[in-house]
């Protein structure tokens, strides 16, 4: 599976405004990112630890630091806290019984149909969308989480680095100007770099995998799962691999060998216990998630598809939820409005529900209703940093300041990176008069937006304005979180 991403010299994305709906239209280079991992992390890191010496956990801790801010600088992020708690929720259990580790972990979900995960030193580990969208059941989710955790637990990519070899950066470049161009010259491009120079360090990688594959079955069984989430997960990526067709060269596969994996993974499931064997999936949660994150980010077609497929299920208030959602997205009005009237009636009491045809009646026109409905899901679940993102909005739309900078505030703290909640809060802090605070948070709004010269109007404003000694230090951490991102503008 993919491990790492370095897009040097690409076009940066914005930060997602999740709260706003539409995702942004996505770079080219996604398909490619676990090869784009493989080639920095087996040319250009090695040539640096030939040179500087032993890849220590202090370099570790460092490329993984960087690298996080790399991928949350260019790549669209999904920031739903519905979506983002559920794959961190699995990152913690699976890691709750692994032995100790010098770092804890970070978890992301980017915003792209591949069927894939990869993991990063210092404990970053990212999922896919279309890897939540592809899995049957939580188990086998987890299966590919477990499997990332174990390529970071083993040092798999620390040691590549240091037994690396040396080779011409010209490679690397050629490698990243075929994946940046897209189309048949830069796979050309992209396949001649790789034969010349990589093919004899792909050994490495394949007894990587083994090996996270041994170690994540026993995570994942630790953990509580079902073990056959991990054979069920490889059955998924090697149908995926198979429709892909034989175009794709053999050493490009970001899974390799992976229809011997499963048949390697369902001869160790037959020696477990027969308890093991047998042990049912739990997929409550993994289907709301599912849900919202097909209405939200799937492809339009298919996920209205299942949705109508499912109507007729268990799954039918789950899914009148989702055509509500999806039909929202593409601005069916009418027909979303019923969706999330008949959604309402099968259970008034789902929060999530509840949360989202708030959403809806707020964001389409019937502000009164959202507000509403916001104010009642919020009641059910205060937690819920959507509903008090847009129950936020409605009381600023009503003149109360005040209670919209503390409901903001709190959305603030579970999603400190997302450019809409600063811009918001910028706003109200205006109207309240509060005006190094309006000011910095719309630096940070711009920051999170890769927009250098909005980051430098409103950062200059601020500091200008800053005048306790607590203004002051609010400003200096806004600089050096300023000078980390700008690295990779």
Same mark, same amino acid.
């Given at each position: 599976?993919?491990?790492?991403?370095?897009?040097?010299?690409?076009?940066?994305?914005?930060?997602?405004?999740?709260?706003?709906?539409?995702? &942004?239209?996505?770079?080219?280079?996604?398909?490619?990112?676990?090869?784009?991992?493989?080639?920095?992390?087996?040319?250009?890191?090695?040539?640096?630890?030939?040179?500087?010496?032993?890849?220590?956990?202090?370099?570790? #801790?460092?490329? +993984?630091?960087?690298?996080?801010?790399?991928?949350?600088?260019?790549?669209?992020?999904?920031?739903?806290? %519905?979506?983002?708690?559920?794959?961190?929720?699995?990152?913690?259990?699976?890691?709750?019984?692994?032995?100790?580790?010098?770092?804890?972990?970070?978890?992301?979900?980017?915003?792209?149909?591949?069927?894939?995960?990869?993991?990063?030193?210092?404990?970053?580990?990212?999922?896919?969308? =279309?890897?939540?969208?592809?899995?049957?059941?939580?188990?086998?989710?987890?299966?590919?989480?477990?499997?990332?955790?174990?390529?970071?637990?083993? !040092?798999?990519?620390?040691?590549?680095?240091?037994?690396?070899?040396?080779?011409?950066?010209?490679?690397?470049?050629?490698?990243?100007?075929?994946?940046?161009?897209?189309?048949?010259?830069?796979?050309?491009?992209?396949?001649?770099?790789?034969?010349? +120079?990589?093919?004899?360090?792909?050994?490495?990688?394949?007894?990587? %995998?083994?090996?996270?594959?041994?170690?994540?079955?026993?995570? #994942?069984?630790?953990?509580?799962?079902?073990?056959?989430?991990?054979?069920?997960?490889?059955?998924?990526?090697?149908?995926?691999?198979?429709?892909?067709?034989?175009?794709?060269?053999?050493?490009?596969?970001?899974?390799?060998?992976?229809?011997?994996?499963?048949?390697?993974?369902?001869?160790?499931?037959?020696?477990?216990? &027969?308890?093991?064997?047998? /042990? /049912?999936?739990?997929?409550?949660?993994?289907?709301?998630?599912?849900?919202?994150? $097909?209405?939200?980010?799937?492809?339009? *077609?298919?996920?209205? *598809?299942?949705?109508?497929?499912?109507?007729?299920?268990?799954?039918?208030?789950?899914?009148?939820?989702?055509?509500?959602?999806?039909?929202?997205?593409?601005? !069916?009005?009418?027909?979303?409005?019923? &969706?999330?009237? @008949?959604?309402?009636?099968?259970?008034? *009491?789902? @929060?999530?529900?509840?949360? %989202?045809?708030?959403?809806?009646?707020?964001?389409? =026109?019937?502000?009164?209703?959202?507000?509403?409905?916001?104010?009642?899901?919020?009641?059910?679940?205060? /937690?819920?940093?959507?509903?008090?993102?847009?129950?936020?909005?409605? #009381?600023?739309?009503?003149?109360?300041?005040?209670?919209?900078?503390?409901?903001?505030?709190?959305?603030?703290?579970?999603?400190? @990176?997302?450019?809409?909640?600063?811009? #918001?809060?910028?706003?109200?802090?205006?109207?309240?008069?509060?005006?190094?605070?309006?000011?910095?948070?719309?630096?940070?709004?711009?920051?999170? @937006?890769?927009?250098? /010269? $909005?980051?430098?109007?409103?950062?200059?404003?601020?500091?200008?304005?800053?005048?306790?000694?607590?203004?002051?230090?609010? &400003?200096?951490?806004?600089?050096?979180?300023?000078?980390?991102?700008?690295?990779?503008?």
């Amino acid at each position: 599976m993919g491990h790492c991403l370095i897009p040097s010299g690409s076009r940066p994305v914005s930060s997602p405004r999740l709260f706003s709906g539409l995702s &942004a239209s996505l770079p080219r280079i996604f398909p490619l990112i676990p090869l784009i991992c493989f080639l920095f992390l087996t040319v250009l890191l090695p040539a640096q630890a030939a040179i500087f010496g032993a890849f220590t956990l202090k370099d570790e #801790l460092e490329l +993984g630091r960087k690298f996080n801010i790399l991928v949350r600088t260019r790549m669209p992020l999904v920031q739903d806290p %519905e979506v983002v708690d559920y794959v961190a929720g699995i990152v913690a259990r699976l890691t709750k019984n692994i032995p100790p580790q010098p770092y804890s972990f970070t978890t992301g979900v980017i915003r792209h149909n591949a069927v894939n995960a990869f993991a990063c030193p210092g404990g970053y580990i990212f999922v896919h969308t =279309g890897l939540i969208l592809a899995m049957r059941h939580e188990s086998e989710l987890a299966a590919v989480i477990a499997h990332e955790l174990a390529h970071i637990t083993q !040092r798999h990519i620390g040691r590549r680095i240091e037994q690396g070899q040396i080779v011409s950066l010209l490679s690397l470049l050629g490698a990243l100007a075929g994946a940046f161009i897209g189309g048949e010259g830069g796979a050309a491009a992209m396949t001649g770099a790789v034969a010349a +120079g990589q093919a004899a360090l792909l050994s490495y990688s394949r007894a990587d %995998e083994a090996e996270a594959d041994q170690v994540g079955m026993n995570y #994942l069984t630790e953990a509580g799962y079902p073990p056959r989430g991990m054979v069920g997960a490889f059955e998924v990526i090697g149908r995926r691999q198979w429709l892909m067709g034989s175009t794709v060269p053999p050493y490009l596969s970001t899974h390799p060998g992976v229809l011997d994996r499963v048949q390697d993974m369902g001869i160790r499931l037959k020696r477990l216990p &027969a308890a093991l064997q047998d /042990k /049912k999936d739990s997929d409550t949660q993994f289907l709301r998630v599912q849900a919202l994150t $097909r209405a939200r980010y799937g492809t339009p *077609q298919s996920a209205a *598809q299942i949705f109508s497929q499912q109507t007729a299920t268990s799954n039918r208030c789950m899914a009148l939820m989702g055509q509500g959602i999806l039909n929202a997205r593409l601005n !069916r009005v009418n027909e979303a409005a019923t &969706a999330f009237q @008949e959604a309402l009636a099968c259970d008034p *009491q789902d @929060e999530l529900i509840v949360r %989202e045809a708030g959403r809806f009646h707020y964001t389409k =026109g019937n502000r009164n209703m959202g507000a509403s409905l916001l104010q009642q899901a919020v009641s059910m679940n205060n /937690k819920d940093i959507m509903a008090l993102f847009f129950y936020a909005r409605s #009381l600023g739309d009503a003149g109360k300041n005040r209670q919209a900078i503390d409901y903001t505030l709190e959305v603030l703290r579970a999603v400190p @990176e997302d450019s809409e909640v600063h811009t #918001l809060l910028a706003r109200y802090y205006g109207a309240d008069g509060q005006m190094f605070n309006a000011n910095l948070h719309m630096a940070y709004g711009a920051l999170y @937006e890769n927009n250098r /010269k $909005r980051v430098e109007q409103f950062f200059s404003k601020a500091k200008e304005l800053a005048k306790t000694p607590d203004e002051k230090a609010r &400003a200096e951490r806004f600089a050096t979180e300023y000078t980390d991102r700008q690295e990779f503008w």
